[in-house]
């Protein structure tokens, strides 16, 4: 936990930010985590996860933008991916984040942002997930999925199980048929809003895992938690939901392992795969998630460091 706070108040600082992302030692851990910088990248990427046989969803990464133009920018970006990924005939589908479309600016330009992207989807006829981001922006989410859900049956929201109001936004949310991916939650949560215990949010990512697949709406199951895992192909089995009606999901280049094990065993597998330059806030939160993954980082650049005064003239 005191890693994990650390991680996210450093993450805050512009400074760090730049160091980070010009590092080289940085830049190429961080590459373990997303495609690329650019769509080439991200599309290469697909249809390597594509040959393996599992299918995908590209994240053009980007968060929190302060400008109209920036908030246009990404709307384009999103559309762009859309148009290639049908072209280049991927199996894969697209996420974004509210924020990346001007949330923060206001929610009409946010909402008027994700109907274009929405439009393009539903004309190449692809699914887009509303990824979900920290607690402030749970309600305006939820509520921006809703209105666009009757409009664009081609949207679908994700819900986190450190939230102690999940289960009741899920209960809601399987009642109008929405489609969900279940997480964990990679946000740094007050108390006041989250379980603080990690033995609480695994128990409610069982429960709500169990209550999806009660509901039988085709739903994703996005861990790499053995512990969950097992327990949804029990879950699935005891209600005898098949395999094809729902997917588990994880992250470009983590448990790749694991990916695998569950591809040969018959289940659908789906990987999250971000490309962009902005990907400096993403991968502070996988850093954040595992403090293996800092202690790594800062051998590598401490070894780094060494290596470049030991080379430079004295
Ligand atoms: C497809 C997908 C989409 C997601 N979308 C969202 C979203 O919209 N909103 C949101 O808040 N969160 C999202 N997340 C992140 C999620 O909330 C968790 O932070 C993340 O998945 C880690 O939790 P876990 O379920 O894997 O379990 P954990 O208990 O955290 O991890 C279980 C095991 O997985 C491995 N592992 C987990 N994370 C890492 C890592 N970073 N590096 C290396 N190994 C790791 C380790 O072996 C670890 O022991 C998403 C996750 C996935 C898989």
Same mark, same amino acid.
């Given at each position: 936990m005191v890693v994990r706070q650390a991680v996210f108040r450093l993450s805050q600082e512009p400074h760090l930010?730049?160091?980070?992302?010009?590092?080289?030692?940085?830049?190429?851990?961080?590459?373990?985590?997303?495609?690329?910088?650019?769509? =080439?990248?991200?599309? $290469?990427a697909m249809q390597q996860?594509?040959?393996? *046989?599992?299918? *995908?969803?590209?994240?053009?990464?980007?968060?929190n933008v302060r400008t109209p133009a920036e908030a246009q920018e990404a709307t384009e970006a999103l559309c762009t991916c859309l148009r290639r990924m049908k072209a280049a005939g991927?199996?894969?589908?697209?996420?974004?984040?509210?924020? %990346?479309?001007?949330?923060? #600016? +206001?929610?009409?330009?946010?909402?008027?942002?994700?109907?274009?992207?929405?439009?393009?989807?539903?004309?190449?006829?692809?699914?887009?997930?509303? =990824?979900?981001?920290?607690s402030e922006y749970? =309600?305006?989410? #939820?509520?921006?999925f809703?209105?666009?859900?009757?409009? !664009?049956?081609?949207?679908?929201?994700?819900? %986190?199980? !450190?939230?102690y109001r999940s289960k009741k936004d899920l209960q809601e949310l399987v009642k109008v048929g929405a489609r969900v991916r279940l997480v964990k939650g990679a946000y740094l949560e007050p108390e006041r809003v989250a379980f603080p215990n990690k033995l +609480?949010?695994?128990?409610? !990512?069982?429960?709500?895992? $169990?209550?999806?697949?009660?509901?039988?709406? !085709?739903?994703?199951?996005?861990?790499?938690?053995?512990?969950?895992?097992?327990?949804?192909r029990r879950y699935a089995s005891e209600l005898q939901v098949s395999r094809s009606d729902f997917e588990f999901q994880m992250l470009f280049g983590v448990r790749r392992d694991l990916q695998d094990h569950l591809l040969k065993q018959g289940y659908r597998v789906r990987i999250y795969t971000p490309y962009g330059t902005q990907w400096y806030p993403y991968f502070m939160r996988r850093l954040a998630e595992r403090p293996a993954n800092v202690m790594f980082l800062v051998g590598n650049v401490a070894r780094e460091t060494?290596?470049?005064?030991?080379?430079?003239p004295s």
């Amino acid at each position: 936990m005191v890693v994990r706070q650390a991680v996210f108040r450093l993450s805050q600082e512009p400074h760090l930010r730049k160091i980070a992302t010009t590092n080289p030692v940085t830049r190429s851990m961080a590459l373990r985590f997303f495609a690329g910088e650019t769509l =080439d990248d991200a599309v $290469r990427a697909m249809q390597q996860i594509n040959a393996r *046989g599992m299918s *995908g969803t590209l994240d053009h990464l980007g968060e929190n933008v302060r400008t109209p133009a920036e908030a246009q920018e990404a709307t384009e970006a999103l559309c762009t991916c859309l148009r290639r990924m049908k072209a280049a005939g991927l199996d894969c589908n697209l996420s974004l984040k509210l924020t %990346q479309l001007g949330l923060d #600016l +206001d929610e009409e330009r946010a909402s008027r942002n994700l109907g274009r992207v929405l439009d393009v989807a539903r004309e190449l006829g692809t699914f887009v997930r509303i =990824d979900m981001e920290s607690s402030e922006y749970v =309600d305006r989410t #939820l509520q921006l999925f809703t209105e666009v859900k009757g409009e !664009y049956p081609n949207v679908g929201v994700v819900i %986190q199980s !450190y939230l102690y109001r999940s289960k009741k936004d899920l209960q809601e949310l399987v009642k109008v048929g929405a489609r969900v991916r279940l997480v964990k939650g990679a946000y740094l949560e007050p108390e006041r809003v989250a379980f603080p215990n990690k033995l +609480d949010v695994d128990a409610n !990512y069982l429960r709500l895992t $169990r209550t999806l697949l009660e509901e039988g709406v !085709y739903s994703a199951i996005a861990t790499h938690d053995p512990a969950m895992i097992d327990a949804a192909r029990r879950y699935a089995s005891e209600l005898q939901v098949s395999r094809s009606d729902f997917e588990f999901q994880m992250l470009f280049g983590v448990r790749r392992d694991l990916q695998d094990h569950l591809l040969k065993q018959g289940y659908r597998v789906r990987i999250y795969t971000p490309y962009g330059t902005q990907w400096y806030p993403y991968f502070m939160r996988r850093l954040a998630e595992r403090p293996a993954n800092v202690m790594f980082l800062v051998g590598n650049v401490a070894r780094e460091t060494t290596a470049a005064r030991r080379r430079a003239p004295s």
